[in-house]
């Protein structure tokens, strides 16, 4: 009885301080995110491309391409200096545990079992730039999934950072009905290679 009742107070304690700690990152990515509209862009801009992919009058549907251009500029520059705002942090608020679930001290536990999320943002803002200039030449259709792919991808690092990789994971084939593994395989090879060079997938 007691070995049960220590179990349950050692689980008690440890979801207590997890919840703790997970409270402090959402606080610390969001308290970063006011300054900016990202949120607003990308909604704006994935509904823009699921309308220019239904659309069928050839005309209309060049110009919803073209309108959207200027939103994933938008969203492109923005999401830059986010990542070169967040760079300032402080190292060791924005380690992120490689471990599937959120444990309590795993970033002091286990430090070599993490990444830096100033890097994943830096990645994450080189590979939406590089797919809203188009370098590669890609018809609005392919860089419409493409650019979808990195922004979702960085939607999944930043849940990530704030909860666990088990919980963005979850949280992105809810919402989105794309598994992880999916969306790293649908950005661009440059973005793939340094993301999972610094996540270790």
Not at 65 to 83: G, I, K, P, Y
Not at 94 to 114: D, E, I, N, T
Not at 157 to 183: D, E, G, I
């Amino acid at each position: 009885m007691d070995l049960l009742l220590l179990a349950l107070l050692l689980s008690t304690g440890g979801y207590a301080v997890t919840s703790q700690q997970q409270r402090k990152r959402i606080a610390l990515l969001g308290a970063h995110l006011g300054h900016y509209q990202i949120e607003k862009l990308l909604e704006t801009l994935t509904q823009g491309y699921l309308r220019a992919l239904g659309e069928q009058d050839a005309e209309r549907r060049s110009q919803i391409w073209a309108l959207l251009e200027s939103t994933e500029s938008q969203l492109s520059d923005q999401f830059s200096r986010f990542a070169a705002e967040f760079a300032r942090v402080d190292a060791p608020l924005a380690r992120v545990s490689r471990l599937p679930v959120g444990l309590p001290f795993a970033l002091q536990l286990f430090p070599a079992a993490s990444f830096d999320m100033r890097q994943a943002l830096a990645v994450h803002a080189q590979g939406i730039a590089r797919v809203a200039r188009n370098e590669a030449g890609r018809t609005p259709r392919d860089k419409a999934f493409m650019m979808t792919a990195e922004l979702f991808l960085m939607q999944h690092t930043c849940h990530w950072f704030c909860k666990s990789r088990t919980v963005a994971s979850a949280r992105m084939a809810a919402r989105h009905q794309t598994p992880h593994a999916q969306l790293v395989a649908s950005v661009s090879p440059e973005t793939r290679a340094a993301y999972t060079a610094l996540v270790g997938d």
